[in-house]
């Protein structure tokens, strides 16, 4: 049963473009959400996390989007360039280390 | 070293077979943990090692999963009688210390396929 319900599966943007990916939860004990960038035949990598008193974090051209109250974060990814094709995963933990991680979008950037 | 390392990167066996992937973790990291994925799903944790013992292995799906981890660095994963339903790529992870919200460095998995 995946705690974390991370959509689209996949998507293509245009360089320059601005890719969101989002998911949700339900487990309300969730408090750490991190991001992990995967390129194919490497491990994940993180991106950028949040914790739940905080609505938006921004580092260079990642900014994570969330809203306590409907149980959903996303992750925007500005000015999109060819590097950034990718897969990406949500995760989810409740104070612990134990990630719960969402299905991953594998996101495609045409130059 | 640089990075969790990983060995073998591909390991194909047959079915009923018994297989071990090894991992290296960062230098002084005394948390590991490994994960398995399945092609198209997220990392699914299997098993955390603060030092030496396994802290939490309530990840591992039934009793033909085991790990080690004797001298609390390299750490090794043991599947016996292997199932086609095994095959994903097994991934490991290190921390500093194991702590909430530390950085968990991954290495690039072990692919395993069974015949």
């Known amino acids: 049963q995946q705690q974390v319900k991370q959509s689209p599966q996949s998507l293509i943007v245009q360089k320059g473009g601005i890719s969101i990916i989002n998911c949700a939860y339900e487990n309300t004990a969730f408090d750490y959400f991190p991001w992990y960038q995967q390129f194919p035949g490497k491990g994940p990598a993180l991106l950028i996390a949040i914790r739940p008193d905080v609505s938006e974090k921004k580092e260079g051209r990642f900014t994570i989007s969330f809203n306590k109250s409907a149980k959903q974060f996303s992750l925007h990814i500005m000015d999109s360039q060819p590097g950034d094709s990718a897969t990406y995963f949500c995760?989810?933990?409740?104070?612990?280390?134990?990630?719960?991680f969402g299905a991953g979008t594998t996101v495609t950037v045409r130059a | 070293g640089a990075g969790v390392s990983q060995t073998p990167s591909n390991k194909v066996t047959e079915k009923g077979k018994y297989v071990e992937l090894r991992c290296d973790p960062i230098s002084g990291h005394t948390a590991l943990y490994w994960y398995r994925q399945s092609l198209g799903q997220g990392p699914e944790f299997l098993i955390y090692?603060?030092?030496?013992?396994?802290?939490?292995d309530s990840g591992l799906p039934n009793d033909r999963f085991f790990a080690v981890r004797p001298e609390g660095s390299v750490s090794t994963l043991k599947i016996q009688r292997t199932e086609r339903g095994d095959s994903a790529v097994y991934l490991c992870?290190?921390?500093?210390?194991?702590?909430?919200?530390?950085?968990?460095?991954f290495g690039p998995g072990t692919r395993l396929l069974v015949l």
């Open positions: 995760a989810a933990s409740m104070g612990d280390y134990k990630l719960s």
């Open positions: 090692f603060q030092g030496t013992g396994a802290a939490d």
């Open positions: 992870a290190s921390s500093s210390l194991g702590g909430v919200e530390e950085t968990q460095y």
